[in-house]
């Protein structure tokens, strides 16, 4: 057992992608490469402008709030953070604080690591703006104002996780969620999630129950991928433990570092700073609304299938393994393409297997999503097919599946009587016989217990054939010739 034990608490920050337009202003919500063309005048805080609340933004952030149990409020409001940053162009944020109810309070949620279910509390879920983005250059700095009120929500959990691993098992669980229940896309090369990272550790002999045990809490901000929070905590815990080995640890303050991945090391920023000082007070354009229970309710049966749902049904409904239905249900876009493959058709394990195997396969060497992926679950029908009733082989097949994607043409167009499989059996049972009537060697030394030459008489026969031999219905006859010889 360690001699210390780590408490870790995440502040996930995710964009919802899923509105039309931001959550206080009317500019677009949409990502784009091109700096400030999705603004408005209420983004840029210019003078006489008010805010008005997006009701879908809202909408979706009471549904994440009720996937993870959490109890909502019977009225919203907004709030005023005020701190000044050159990416805030009002100097205040518009936020809601814990006190009253955000959109969840007190939730709980079960996730998967390392093939066990562990829990996590969820201390609150709210809804607020994002901020403009930051480019820094050798000598300046350009901002781009298109993420400015783009809504955002902040998830803050308890320090529930005692490792890396399972802070990411977690972190990848809640990305599913929010792309299963469409209420963001949670692409990090996009910008969209991005997590504050609270580590502390205490001596494992102790209750880890009691807050008195705990040990100092440093926050590390802005960690913006799931291998950096990784990372960060993992030097943490490791930068800690030296601290309490050389008794420095009592010392240190409360405070906020920031990931620097080029030297993979956390770098003081600042002592913490505590809600005091941002000195929230009710935001006075926006009034209170209530939150009916007909509006809940509405929400509630909304909630579409999840992926640790559709992960059960895979495996009791379908037969699939435990491994495949993880891989199966790790991306939303890849789980739909499974079910489009099942709707048109398609057995489950067949379709479960060229998903896994071959489309993943490529999709990760040519660093491309599945929805610019060429080939169609009914164009994958074309293929399966084809297996089935014996035209083309497993290895033609493939052949034929990367020859589809690269020209960009249905496989249909690559299946010939050509090159199509011989499953005939009596034209398989001709150049059979004709085979081993000039082998009477091999075949006395196979009868005399050389059994391995068995394979040497199916390659003459795919030799013969140029590999369009059906292999199952080829071992078949194989068999019954030598019988009878």
């Not at 909408?59 to 996937?67: D, K, T, Y």
């Not at 955002?152 to 809640?174: C, I, N, Q, W």
Request: proline share 4%; charged share 30%; with cysteine.
């Amino acid at each position: 057992m360690s001699k210390y034990l780590a408490k870790i608490g995440l502040e996930m920050h995710c964009e919802i992608s899923e509105t039309n337009t931001k959550v206080f202003s009317g500019a677009r919500n949409y990502y784009s490469e091109e700096p400030n063309t999705n603004v408005r005048p209420v983004d840029m805080a210019f003078p006489g402008t008010l805010p008005v609340v997006n009701k879908e933004a809202v909408r979706l952030s009471l549904m994440a709030s009720m996937i993870l149990n959490c109890k909502q409020p019977e009225y919203i409001w907004f709030e005023r953070k005020n701190y000044y940053y050159p990416d805030l162009p009002k100097g205040f944020q518009l936020t809601q604080e814990t006190k009253p109810i955000p959109v969840g309070i007190y939730g709980k949620v079960d996730y998967e690591c390392d093939g066990k279910i562990k829990s996590v509390r969820i201390n609150n879920l709210h809804l607020e703006e994002d901020a403009a983005s930051l480019d820094h250059f050798y000598d300046t700095t350009n901002i781009d104002y298109n993420r400015a009120g783009v809504p955002l929500l902040e998830l803050v959990t308890e320090p529930d996780f005692h490792s890396a691993k399972e802070a990411v098992a977690f972190l990848e669980h809640m990305r599913s969620i929010y792309q299963y229940a469409n209420i963001s896309e949670a692409d990090s090369k996009k910008g969209q999630i991005r997590c504050d990272v609270n580590v502390s550790i205490m001596d494992s002999s102790l209750d880890e129950n009691d807050p008195n045990n705990w040990g100092t809490k440093i926050e590390v901000k802005n960690v913006n991928s799931f291998g950096g929070v990784r990372d960060a905590i993992n030097y943490e815990i490791e930068r800690q433990t030296e601290l309490k080995e050389t008794d420095k640890y009592d010392e240190m303050e409360q405070q906020t570092r920031r990931w620097d991945e080029e030297s993979g090391t956390t770098i003081y920023m600042r002592s913490k700073v505590d809600a005091i000082d941002y000195k929230y007070f009710v935001e006075p354009n926006i009034p209170k609304f209530k939150v009916t229970d007909e509006w809940l309710e509405e929400i509630k049966k909304s909630i579409p299938e999840l992926a640790m749902e559709r992960k059960k049904k895979y495996i009791n409904e379908y037969g699939l393994s435990d491994y495949d239905a993880s891989v199966l249900v790790k991306e939303k876009k890849i789980s739909d393409y499974f079910e489009e493959c099942l709707s048109v058709g398609i057995d489950a394990k067949t379709s479960a297997n060229w998903v896994s195997v071959n489309i993943i396969g490529y999709l990760n060497k040519e660093d491309m999503d599945i929805s610019d992926f060429y080939l169609t679950p009914s164009m994958l029908k074309q293929i399966t097919d084809f297996i089935k009733d014996g035209t083309i082989s497993s290895k033609q097949a493939k052949e034929v599946f990367f020859k589809a994607i690269e020209s960009k043409k249905e496989p249909k167009n690559f299946v010939s009587k050509e090159n199509a499989q011989i499953s005939d059996a009596s034209e398989l049972t001709s150049i059979i016989t004709d085979i081993l009537d000039s082998s009477t060697t091999q075949i006395e030394q196979y009868k005399n217990g050389k059994t391995n030459l068995f394979d040497y008489f199916v390659g003459q026969v795919m030799k013969n054939t140029k590999g369009k031999a059906n292999p199952v219905i080829t071992k078949e006859i194989i068999t019954k010739e030598l019988d009878k010889r």
